[in-house]
């Protein structure tokens, strides 16, 4: 049964419901061993969202997703130079175009759709493009009753417009509302806004994140989304 104080539960959606790194690391030359290849795309991973950030505390609007990767992915290969003569256009192409296709984490449609059926309206507020976000629920099997992009609002999460944005648009107060994310940058961006935060750990992101500290700051702190639905139901 759905909890009657909350309305809608908001998913950032790379990383917190899809495993980027499984599709990042088939793309890259095989020829790079696999061990390598995890860490180019774990460092690309991070390179995307300091551009991100640095974008937002520049007062920038959105840069097309697909873009910002590409320019990441070229100043990675410059700090690997080994690498770089098996990166040509093509293949830079290829691994830009390879993040709109992503699998799901197994546990994510199963707590989605419990979700739903308890009655809740799922949405996707993360970052990247309406077309991004578009791709990636098709290549995951992933269904939502709606998609908030960063180029869709005007500007990128974690900037408090976002939250007070998207809210607004479905008509659903801060206090009914759940932000459900691996990224400690968008669960602080939602308490702000007076949200309620369910922090859903993933060895790919916040590496760098110390996890104590983390568990301390959400309503919730969970290892996967197998008891999303119970724990949203308690809040």
């Known amino acids: 049964m759905a909890n009657t104080k909350i309305r809608a539960v908001f998913f950032d959606f790379m990383g917190t419901c899809l495993d980027w790194h499984s599709g990042a690391i088939k793309v890259l030359p095989q020829s790079i061993a696999e061990s390598e290849r995890s ?3 774990l460092e690309w991973r991070h390179d995307y969202f300091d551009a991100t950030t640095a974008r937002l505390a520049a007062n920038e609007p959105p840069e097309n997703i697909d873009l910002t990767l590409r320019k990441t992915l070229d100043a990675l290969l ?4 080994e690498h770089k003569p098996l990166f040509d256009d093509r293949v830079k192409h290829q691994c830009v175009v390879a993040w709109h296709s992503m699998p799901a984490w197994p546990e994510v449609p199963q707590a989605i759709e419990q979700l739903k059926a308890a009655g809740y309206e799922v949405f996707v507020f993360a970052n990247g493009t309406t077309r991004l976000q578009l791709d990636l629920c098709k290549s995951s099997g992933l269904k939502f009753n709606m998609l908030f992009s960063s180029e869709l609002l005007g500007v990128y999460k974690p900037a408090p417009k976002s939250y007070s944005k998207t809210l607004e648009l479905v008509n659903v107060k801060a206090e009914e509302s759940v ?3 691996a990224h ?3 669960v602080r961006g ?3 806004a007076g949200m309620k935060t369910v922090y859903v750990h993933r060895w790919t992101d916040d590496i760098k994140e110390d996890m104590e500290v ?3 700051e959400n309503d919730f702190f969970l290892d996967d989304m197998t008891s999303l639905a119970e724990v949203i139901g308690r809040l």
Do not use: F, G
Not at 78 to 81: G, I, N
């Open 39 to 41: 860490q180019l795309a």
């Open 78 to 81: 410059e700090k690997h130079p």
């Open 179 to 181: 932000m459900v994310a």
């Open 184 to 186: 400690t940058t968008d």
């Open 190 to 192: 939602a308490r702000k």
């Open 214 to 216: 983390i568990q301390k």
